[in-house]
């Protein structure tokens, strides 16, 4: 069983920054690729980005390319994710999962991540 917590959400300005942070434990951390989701009250969970085991592929949802960037530290069992330039519409509860490596990068379904985090809150304003 693989325990995941995220952490790092809050209050921000509109333009703003923030970095998640989320701890695996329970198992190798290093055969586990990592993604994040959030979802907005009254929206489906959407995929945000996704980080292969050794941390040398990644994939981002369109809305997020080019402000969020997802990273890993494997000796600290630890995935980031670092968000600039904050919108209003990146409103939302932020959640980190886990899942086998053997899955290709690029699915996106919320069904392929075994284990999830409780989520952490990130409130962007105008």
């Known amino acids: 069983q693989v325990q995941v917590e995220e952490s790092g959400g809050g209050l921000v300005q509109a333009g703003g920054s923030l970095r998640l942070s989320c701890v695996a434990s329970g198992r190798t951390f290093s055969t586990l690729d990592m993604g994040w989701f959030r979802q907005a009250p009254g929206k489906e969970r959407e995929f945000v980005a996704a980080?292969?085991?050794?941390?040398?592929?990644?994939h981002y949802a369109d809305s997020v390319k080019g402000r969020f960037a997802i990273s890993r530290d494997n000796s600290e069992s630890t995935v980031y994710l670092q968000m600039n330039s904050l919108k209003p519409e990146d409103t939302a509860v932020y959640y980190c999962a886990a899942r086998n490596s053997m899955i290709v990068i690029t699915d996106t379904s919320t069904s392929s991540y075994r284990y999830w985090g409780q989520g952490t809150q990130v409130t962007v304003s105008s």
């Open positions: 980080i292969s085991w050794a941390g040398g592929t990644t």
